[in-house]
């Protein structure tokens, strides 16, 4: 089992001592273990997990589906059974993955990292915080397994972009403390060209900048808040945003106290536009899958009236 890595990000990827692993060509059965992986923390009913990857199948047949994808992917992970059964932990009832040893998965690392710094601001980040953080955005190659759309993977897709502005933006914060402008004004970058309409993260690159000695600069980011505001909600920025802007007109590079004190009552009230949007977002996936969930009641109560009528 040696040297094994998981990459979910982006493209779905198996390596094992830095070769591809070949064999996981079924569709199904990357489904199962990238299911597995992402839900790692529990063991997982035999049942449920049939009836999630083979919804259109009876009970017998998708538990029957079930055993020989297991059975396939403890025979491809290992060169020896054994081992493959410390990975998957598998008895009649549940099955539970086990990330240990020199397993390595890049949503395990991401995980760990958004979970380190929770509650901890950005400015407040200490050496070792900061350099999980790093690593964690860097792994974050594209979103969590691209082009799948299986609904359980559009949740996971939501929640870990979710995280992963989340950790960009600490790192912004911690930059500009750090006077590290090119880097804060990359990872500002990086947060907008997911959220366009990121208000809150136009007003800190006005201000990084602002700090950085280039007021035009931070001007022009104002410029193009608002017209990404208009052009993706309609709206025109908030009163704080141009308060901000009149103020770095007025002031001269250097003397930022005034932009300061605007940004200084920045806390989780300011976020909530933000955060707002990204959970309508987020209720619109929803609605979607429900709408799909009802169809799929709909068609199968019909076959059923078909059969109850013949």
């Not at 691209?146 to 979710?162: A, I, S």
Request: proline letters at 2%; aromatic letters at 8%.
């Amino acid at each position: 089992m040696s040297g094994l890595r998981f990459q979910l990000f982006g493209k779905f990827l198996v390596l094992r001592d830095g070769c591809e692993l070949r064999g996981l060509d079924a569709c199904k059965e990357r489904e199962l273990l990238t299911y597995l992986i992402a839900h790692r923390d529990r063991p997982h009913a035999r049942e449920s997990l049939a009836s999630l990857l083979w919804p259109n199948t009876s009970t017998e047949r998708s538990k029957k589906y079930l055993r020989q994808a297991l059975w396939h992917l403890v025979s491809t992970l290992s060169k020896q059974p054994e081992s493959a059964q410390q990975l998957l932990q598998v008895d009649h009832d549940w099955v539970q993955l086990n990330l240990s040893g020199d397993i390595w998965a890049d949503i395990a690392l991401f995980d760990r990292a958004f979970t380190m710094v929770q509650g901890v601001a950005g400015r407040q980040l200490d050496h070792h915080q900061v350099n999980l953080l790093k690593e964690a955005v860097n792994i974050y190659v594209g979103d969590f397994l691209e082009g799948w759309y299986q609904d359980w993977c559009l949740f996971e897709r939501e929640r870990l972009q979710n995280a992963y502005l989340y950790m960009l933006d600490k790192l912004m914060d911690r930059a500009t403390e750090d006077e590290e402008y090119e880097a804060g004004r990359a990872y500002g970058a990086k947060i907008l060209s997911y959220d366009r309409a990121s208000e809150r993260t136009y007003r800190r690159l006005m201000r990084l900048l602002y700090r950085a000695g280039d007021r035009t600069g931070a001007l022009r980011q104002y410029q193009r808040c608002a017209i990404a505001l208009r052009e993706e909600l309609g709206v025109r920025p908030e009163r704080r945003t141009r308060q901000l802007y009149e103020q770095l007109k007025v002031e001269e590079p250097g003397n930022d106290s005034g932009a300061v004190d605007i940004e200084a009552g920045l806390n989780y009230k300011t976020a909530l536009p933000d955060v707002l949007g990204r959970l309508k977002r987020l209720h619109s996936v929803l609605i979607a899958v429900q709408n799909r969930v009802h169809r799929d009641i709909n068609a199968v109560e019909q076959v059923l009236k078909t059969k109850t009528t013949k």
